[in-house]
Structure formats: structure tokens, C-alpha cells
């Protein structure tokens, strides 16, 4: 495992696990928690836009689009696909 970064930072094909959210913003956690994004839970990246919105992710057997503001508020820690 890598050090915690945010969801923006990952490009397709990478994989990575809920550590937190970003603090501040209540209705983007509750709406992230909601959909499943839960700490603990392992992702992969899809597909990213052209213009980086929005991220396609691969959560618990489902799809999942996510807008820049939102990934921007889930830090994660990359994990390496070996």
C-alpha cells in the first residue's frame, strides 16, 4: 500500500481502498456513504472523462459515477494490482 491520496489522483485500471473524507463538506460524506463508499471498502477506477469528470468506479460488483467534487472529498490509499 501507498501513501493516502485522493480519488482524483488515480487513472484507470488502478485500485484502491476508502481510508476517510475530507472534512467540512456533511451532505458529500452522507451521499458517499450512501452509495457505498463505506472506509474499508477496495474500488477500481473504470474510466475517467476527458476533462476528469466524471470517474467511473468498480465498487462491490457495481457501477458508480462519481463528479470531481465529489471524488475530491474521498481520500484513499492506492493499492498496487499485482
Do not use: W
Not at 457495481?62 to 484513499?76: F, G, H, N
Amino acid at each position: 500500500m501507498n501513501a493516502p491520496v485522493t480519488l482524483l489522483d488515480l487513472k484507470p485500471g488502478d485500485h484502491g481502498v476508502v481510508q476517510s473524507f475530507a472534512p467540512g463538506n456533511a451532505e458529500y460524506r452522507r451521499r458517499l456513504l450512501a452509495m457505498g463508499l463505506t472506509p474499508g471498502t477496495t474500488f477500481s477506477v473504470t474510466r475517467v472523462a476527458p476533462l476528469g469528470d466524471p470517474i467511473l468506479l468498480r465498487v462491490r460488483n457495481s457501477a458508480l459515477s462519481l463528479r470531481k467534487d465529489e471524488a475530491a472529498q474521498l481520500c484513499i490509499t492506492r493499492v498496487d494490482s499485482a
